[in-house]
T-cell receptor, first 115, second 111 residues
């Protein structure tokens, strides 16, 4: 069990640029989640995948945000035309299937800074 | 109104004391509850999960759930300086995978 892996750990970019983050879940976990966390706040849910299907999506996820999990393994989160307000920690989590009681295990996150 | 509410703290306790962290939630459909610990600059780490009314113990940690009062708590016995962190309470509603987090309570254990 190598844990949830996220890449890159840090990303600094200029406003208006596009960025893409990658998440590799724990290998036997078929559920994958993306959250965003800003300073002093708890993580905010963005989206959820069961295998390759995106089943839940927050209203926080504007048209500039898109997430994919094409083969049901790793996932990518892309932000287009980044804005200052996108600066945050982007967290990925995974869990096994089997009801709503399975806890989510988080990766180390990608910290995004918009200049 | 926030769906999961926590006192932001900081909560300061002396080393060896019991730390009591509280959380309330507004969605009566919530079925699963989680406590995560988050050190500064790090990602949340799962400590406890609880689904049924009552107490659940794991080592120095005890989670308590009262669905009638919509209240969840975490007790940390024999608090250590290494327990100093932000503790996040989270709830999941039935039928959904989305987990809603509180803003966290910062705990300081004083040596």
């Amino acid at each position: 069990d190598t844990g949830v892996s996220q890449d890159p750990r840090h990303k600094i970019t200029k406003r208006g640029q596009n960025v893409t983050f990658r998440c590799d879940p724990i290998s036997e976990h078929n559920r994958l989640y993306w959250y965003r966390q800003t300073l002093g706040q708890g993580p905010e849910f963005l989206t959820y995948f069961q295998n390759e299907a995106q089943l839940e999506k927050s209203r926080l996820l504007s048209d500039r945000f898109s997430a994919e999990r094409p083969k049901g393994s790793f996932s990518t989160l892309e932000i287009q035309r980044t804005e200052q307000g996108d600066s945050a920690m982007y967290l990925c989590a995974s869990s096994p299937s089997g009801g709503v009681n399975q806890p989510q295990h988080f990766g180390d996150g990608t910290r995004l800074s918009i200049l | 109104q926030k769906e999961v509410e926590q006192n932001s703290g900081p909560l300061s306790v002396p080393e060896g004391a019991i730390a009591s962290l509280n959380c309330t939630y507004s969605d009566r459909g919530s079925q699963s509850f989680f406590w995560y610990r988050q050190y500064s600059g790090k990602s949340p780490e799962l400590i406890m999960s609880i689904y049924s009314n009552g107490d659940k113990e794991d080592g120095r940690f005890t989670a308590q759930l009262n669905k009638a009062s919509q209240y969840v708590s975490l007790l940390i016995r024999d608090s250590q300086p290494s327990d100093s962190a932000t503790y996040l309470c989270a709830a999941r509603s039935g039928g959904y995978q989305k987990v809603t987090f509180g803003t966290g309570t910062k705990l300081q254990v004083i040596p």
